[in-house]
């Protein structure tokens, strides 16, 4: 079987469920070596076993992300038994119910904030000095079509996501000269636990987190010379028009 990514140790955080999940386990069929980084160790033993079945080396990382210390330890965990890390998927993420700003929780905007921006920031930081002193390597943030058409009761959110947009543009300028890539993924609905059952939408017609698992692929595998630093990803038909295509 081919496996294009062997050699490259992946952390991938939020990969007990969702986006960061099925992309753990793309990256492990690819040949990766993947840290499975996420709060719920049970879940990460369930990818675990998964992705073993594609013969793939794993190694389960049961930490919050939104702790410094607690992140720090385990990125030094995985580099000590694993190796260096020349793929980082900052996939984890928060998305309560839509609430108008008004009546929005402050602590909902800190925890959005916190784990949807702040955490890929402090991880970033903590690899790139390795990445950058072996002059290769990816980091992957996964922002959302939010950061760029956001709706009502999607202001935290929104801002959370729009900053890491941003985040991703202006970390790519001052680390491309210096081999590592930096892309972010703006996809619109995806068929997770995120996106509650509301019968506004067509679920049938949402990306599923496969989708996205494999762009990051293909990013992963895009050559050297070249750097996708931001993409779009929608779902073909629209998934608020409950009536069919003309």
Request: aromatic fraction near 4%.
């Amino acid at each position: 079987m081919d496996r294009p990514l062997e050699g490259h140790v992946a952390v991938v955080t939020g990969s007990s469920r969702g986006i960061g999940r099925a992309s753990a386990l793309k990256l492990a069929k690819q040949g990766a070596t993947v840290a499975l980084v996420a709060r719920n160790a049970v879940a990460l033993e369930s990818v675990a076993r998964e992705a073993g079945l594609f013969g793939a080396r794993t190694l389960v990382v049961p930490v919050d992300i939104t702790d410094d210390h607690g992140i720090e330890e385990a990125l030094q965990r995985v580099v000590v038994q694993l190796g260096s890390v020349s793929i980082l998927v900052n996939a984890a993420g928060v998305a309560p119910p839509r609430t108008m700003h008004g009546k929005a929780a402050i602590s909902e905007w800190d925890r959005m904030l916190s784990t949807c921006l702040r955490a890929p920031m402090v991880l970033s930081r903590l690899l790139l000095p390795d990445m950058l002193a072996h002059r290769r390597g990816l980091i992957v943030n996964i922002a959302s079509i939010a950061a760029r058409r956001a709706r009502p009761g999607e202001a935290a959110y929104a801002a959370a996501k729009a900053g890491l947009l941003a985040f991703s543009h202006t970390l790519f300028r001052e680390v491309r000269n210096n081999g590592v890539k930096v892309t972010a993924i703006c996809p619109g609905y995806v068929d997770t636990d995120f996106v509650p059952e509301n019968k506004k939408v067509d679920r049938d017609k949402f990306l599923r987190a496969d989708d996205v698992a494999d762009v990051i692929v293909q990013t992963a595998l895009t050559p050297m010379h070249a750097c996708p630093s931001e993409i779009i990803l929608e779902p073909q038909f629209d998934p608020e028009i409950r009536i069919a295509p003309i």
